[in-house]
T-cell receptor, first 112, second 113 residues
Framework: DTAVSQTPKYLVTQMGNDKSIKCEQNLGHDTMYWYKQDSKKFLKIMFSYNNKELIINETVPNRFSPKSPDKAHLNLHINSLELGDSAVYFC???????????FGSGTQLSVL | QQQVKQSPQSLIVQKGGISIINCAYENTAFDYFPWYQQFPGKGPALLIAIRPDVSEKKEGRFTISFNKSAKQFSLHIMDSQPGDSATYFCAASRGGGADGLTFGKGTHLIIQP
C-alpha cells in the first residue's frame, strides 16, 4: 500500500484554467503538507494542515488553496493557472511537525 | 533569504569513494537537521537526521557531522555505490515548529562505476 498517494501524476493544462491535485495518506498522521519543486529542483513549503486547520501559509498566491475534507486528505486547488505555476508539486505527511516526512511521488504540472 | 545553503550543486565520485555534501544554516532556532534522498520521478525520502546535542550520527554507510558553533553540517557517504546516485537535500526545522522543513537547493550526486 502506498503511504502517501497523489493524483494525477501528470497534469497538462492551458493558462487560465482551474485544476486540482488530490492527496491521501494512510499513515494516520496528523499533519499534511504541500511542497513545490521548481525546475532547478528547489523544494519550498507551500502549506501545512494539522488536524484540519491551516497552520502555515507561505507567501504563495491566493490562487492556490488547500482543502482538507478530513485528516487523511489534503487537496490543492489552483485557479487561473499561469505559466510560472509549472513545477512538480509534492504532498507529504508527518506525525506532528518536523520529524520524518513521508512524501508522495509528485504531480508534474505543465501550464501551456 | 536562503536559510540553508548547500554545496556542491553537483558531485561526481568514483565507486568506493567517499561522497561529501556540505550545508550551512543561518537560523539559530533550527534544532533538527535531516538529509533527504530523491531519485528521479520519486518524492524525497528521509535518509538520516541529527539534532544539535550530538556532533555525529552514523547509520550504515551514511554519517552526519554537525558543528553547532560554525552552524554547519555535512553528509558523508562511505564506499559510495552507483545505487547512491541521486539528488540529496539537507534541511532544517525548528523543534515543534509549524514552519515545516527549510531545504537546501540540492546536490546531484553521480557515482561512476
Amino acid at each position: 500500500d502506498t503511504a502517501v498517494s497523489q493524483t494525477p501524476k501528470y497534469l497538462v493544462t492551458q493558462m487560465g484554467n482551474d485544476k486540482s491535485i488530490k492527496c491521501e495518506q494512510n499513515l494516520g498522521h496528523d499533519t499534511m503538507y504541500w511542497y513545490k519543486q521548481d525546475s532547478k529542483k528547489f523544494l519550498k513549503i507551500m502549506f501545512s494542515y494539522n488536524n484540519k486547520e491551516l497552520i502555515i501559509n507561505e507567501t504563495v498566491p491566493n490562487r492556490f488553496s488547500p482543502k482538507s475534507p478530513d485528516k487523511a486528505h489534503l487537496n490543492l486547488h489552483i485557479n487561473s493557472l499561469e505559466l510560472g505555476d509549472s513545477a512538480v508539486y509534492f504532498c507529504a505527511s508527518s506525525q506532528d511537525y518536523e520529524e520524518k516526512l513521508f512524501f508522495g511521488s509528485g504531480t508534474q504540472l505543465s501550464v501551456l | 533569504q536562503q536559510q540553508v545553503k548547500q554545496s556542491p550543486q553537483s558531485l561526481i565520485v568514483q565507486k568506493g569513494g567517499i561522497s561529501i555534501i556540505n550545508c550551512a544554516y543561518e537560523n539559530t532556532a533550527f534544532d533538527y537537521f535531516p538529509w533527504y534522498q530523491q531519485f528521479p520521478g520519486k518524492g524525497p525520502a528521509l535518509l538520516i537526521a541529527i539534532r544539535p546535542d550530538v556532533s555525529e550520527k552514523k547509520e550504515g554507510r551514511f554519517t552526519i557531522s554537525f558543528n553547532k558553533s560554525a552552524k554547519q553540517f555535512s553528509l558523508h557517504i562511505m564506499d559510495s555505490q552507483p545505487g547512491d546516485s541521486a539528488t540529496y537535500f539537507c534541511a532544517a526545522s525548528r523543534g515543534g515548529g509549524a514552519d515545516g522543513l527549510t531545504f537546501g537547493k540540492g546536490t546531484h550526486l553521480i557515482i561512476q562505476p
